[in-house]
């Protein structure tokens, strides 16, 4: 599922630019992807439009010096190292409450526990490429950096 998401970050500028889901998997699967991942794509795709819409109020509404506190369940399901990214992001304002809540949301559809870091980065990207979110140059490498590239060199 995550290389078909990178894939789509790479391949369409835009969410708009992206075929209907359809063809989208029609696309998918001629350069190559396996239909199981291409629907759990989809899947979590569809996911991410139903959460943008619920937090659309939580984006207009004013947001002043809140702190978002973690459940136990999301503790365990992220874990520390996907919570700091995440912390690092809202700290370096790339990431608003909004886009926070949609992004734990779609961490938790990850459907892995903890949620590695390098796939933090990939749901990271794709919730900021779904609101054309402008992202700073140095901030947009470390989304697309693998630290274990990083760290082999």
Known sequence: M??????????YYTPQSCPDADTLAHKL???GFEHEDIDEAL???????????????LAQSPQGDSQRIYTDIEYQALGTEAIG??????SSGVLPAA?????????????ESPVPLEKIKIIALMVLWSQEAEVDHLVLEELLTDDRTRLSH
């Open 85 to 90: 990214f995440i912390s690092f992001l809202e």
């Open 99 to 111: 886009l926070r809540e949609i992004l734990i949301d779609r961490a938790l559809a990850a459907d």
């Open 2 to 11: 995550f290389d078909i998401l990178v894939y789509l970050f790479e391949n």
């Open 43 to 57: 899947g979590w795709l569809y996911g991410l439009a139903q959460t943008t819409e619920q937090c659309v109020q």
């Open 29 to 31: 699967a001629a350069v």
